[in-house]
């Protein structure tokens, strides 16, 4: 950490919950003005704006979160999902030149020197960010709607782990998503 503080470089990590308390205690300096640790952060929208970049594992609700904010992001696959589907997620961006890839085993040794060398680019970071945006577009997400509206005549409710997400697809299509969790 000392490294990304010696730059000037701020971080807002989400930890989750099971995590935390352990964080917390191994944390060598305390918080600080360059350091802020959540557990769970609610209104993660809030944290992709203020974000120059973001570090995230690459699960699919990440991904699609990544791709609306279209921000440059490293990516760090989870080695304990199935069938390695979060590695298959970030090599999807990695293809179109649209995310950085850290492998879970290579993170202590690699990340932060990576995390530097990203957010010392600005011409890499726009780059991966117009790529992420070529990737994604409104008329999408309105024919994936459309796809599953087959399903349903009158309605299709889809459950969303993310009011960000939902907003969205709302922006795009005009139609209004459960965002809870039943």
């Known amino acids: 950490l000392e490294q990304l503080w010696s730059e000037d470089i701020q971080l807002i990590w989400q930890t989750g919950s099971f995590y935390y308390s352990h964080i917390m205690s191994e944390m ?16 993660m929208q809030y944290a992709y704006t203020i974000a120059d970049a973001v570090v995230s594992r690459a ?17 760090i696959p989870s080695p304990n999902v199935v069938d390695d589907h979060q590695t298959l997620n970030a090599q999807n961006l990695i293809s179109h030149g649209a995310a950085l890839m850290v ?69 795009a299509t005009g139609k209004h998503f459960d965002t809870t969790n039943n």
Do not use: W
């Open 103 to 171: 492998s879970d085993s290579m993170a202590r040794k690699m990340l932060v020197k990576t995390a530097l060398s990203l957010l010392l680019d600005d011409k890499k970071q726009k780059v991966l960010s117009e790529n992420k945006i070529k990737c994604f577009s409104v008329s999408s997400v309105k024919k994936g709607v459309e796809e599953l509206e087959k399903y349903n005549d009158h309605y299709v409710k889809i459950i969303f782990g993310s009011h960000y997400i939902a907003e969205e697809v709302y922006n």
């Open 59 to 75: 699960g699919a609700l990440s991904i699609s979160e990544l791709m609306l904010s279209a921000k440059p992001s490293i990516l």
């Open 28 to 43: 060598k300096k305390p918080r600080n003005e360059y350091l802020r640790v959540f557990d769970f952060i609610k209104e």
